[in-house]
């Protein structure tokens, strides 16, 4: 049983997918054109912000978010260790210094206790992931970072469509990154990400700086820039995609099986209610690699996400100061993500519980 196939969402849509590629063949739009305006558009509607703007991926919507937000000379931008290096590969490419916090044991997301001892007057920006597809404490996380004139961005990946009393995922810090990978919550057909933000300012520089630097045709303006463009028939197939967010997100669903299917040697991380996308599902164990052998007797593919913290990853080790992070270290050899995408078949989801059911640890 896989961990993840995308043959079959992609095979079930075959025919309006077909159908969209062809439409946006005959439009002669390759690159911005109506099907990405009308998305751009949607995409802030479901959000809840003014803007929402396009480009090629996760990783680069969070160095054009980054670039955005640096408008003096602080360099330090804060994010947590255990997300899977996205954000610092992007910092590190705009030339930032990378400073990370440590994690709340019970959630694994930014601890606000940790963000509060981390914060100084050379951090312009915290990025907090909301991991898994959880929300994470933005409004704790902003009332901090207000004390300090620092920007908050959402790294909204694995969260689209999480929402809490104060807004959905992307609209509760300054600017927010999604990515539309194949195997995120809403998945483009190859790469693609965007920016949402409601500041009319960064979003004009955010929409520069993903092409070229330009205020116009041939005509750069804004530094930083470079060619990072979500194209015309990703667009369009995720503007057909994103009216099925919310039932897509019922990989809640899946994740309340699991944990209703656990015994006392694992903690499924809870994933219920509207603040959670139930993008992974994720448990937590003595030895992961125990769990996970026992898993595949049973013929069950699992992941981890993710194995290796930022600080320790073969080349960043040793480059960014001593680094302490007790939890996010404790944490790794502890996690391990099972099946979980919307069209598990309810005898695939029996099959996971049942060998749950059975490990002894
Ligand atoms: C997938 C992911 C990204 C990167 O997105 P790409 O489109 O693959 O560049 C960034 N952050 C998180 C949390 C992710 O899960």
């Not at 063949?25 to 396009?54: D, Y």
């Not at 050379?122 to 970072?145: K, M, Q």
């Not at 539309?180 to 009319?200: C, M, Q, V």
């Not at 070229?212 to 470079?226: A, D, F, H, L, V």
Request: charged content about 20%; hydrophobic content about 40%.
């Amino acid at each position: 049983m896989p961990f993840n196939d995308l043959r079959r969402p992609q095979v079930s849509q075959a025919d309006d997918i077909l159908a969209i590629t062809r439409r946006v063949l005959e439009s002669g739009w390759p690159i911005h054109g109506p099907q990405h305006q009308a998305f751009e558009g949607a995409l802030a509607r479901c959000v809840g912000t003014s803007h929402a703007v396009g480009v090629a991926s996760g990783t680069d919507a969070l160095e054009i978010a980054l670039r955005a937000t640096q408008t003096d000379d602080r360099k330090t931008v804060i994010t947590v260790a255990n997300a899977g290096g996205y954000t610092t590969v992007a910092a590190l490419a705009v030339g930032l210094d990378v400073r990370f916090c440590d994690i709340d044991p019970s959630t694994l997301l930014m601890a606000p206790c940790a963000l509060a001892e981390t914060l100084d007057s050379d951090v312009f920006a915290v990025v907090v992931t909301h991991l898994y597809g959880r929300l994470a404490e933005v409004g704790a996380i902003r009332d901090l970072c207000a004390d300090h004139d620092v920007a908050v961005i959402e790294d909204c990946a694995q969260a689209i469509g999480a929402r809490n009393d104060n807004g959905s995922a992307g609209s509760l810090g300054d600017l927010a990154t999604f990515s539309f990978y194949p195997t995120k919550n809403l998945g483009a057909i190859g790469d693609g990400g965007a920016i949402t933000t409601s500041d009319d300012d960064l979003a004009a520089r955010v929409r520069q700086l993903r092409q070229y630097g330009w205020s116009g045709k041939y005509t750069i303006t804004c530094p930083g820039g470079r060619n990072s463009r979500l194209d015309e028939l990703q667009a369009a197939v995720l503007d057909y995609r994103l009216p099925n967010v919310d039932e897509w997100n019922r990989r809640r669903d899946i994740i309340k099986a699991y944990s209703e299917a656990t015994t006392p040697a694992i903690r499924v991380l809870s994933a219920q209610g509207d603040h959670h996308s139930g993008h992974l599902a994720v448990v937590e164990v003595e030895d992961s690699s125990s769990l996970a052998r026992h898993l595949k007797e049973h013929g069950i593919q699992s992941a981890v996400h993710y194995p290796t913290p930022d600080h320790l990853q073969p080349a960043i080790k040793g480059t960014l100061g001593d680094v302490s992070l007790p939890v996010t270290e404790r944490k790794r050899d502890r996690i391990l993500s099972l099946p979980c995408f919307p069209e598990l078949t309810s005898d695939e989801i029996v099959r996971v519980c049942d060998a749950m059911a059975s490990y002894r640890g």
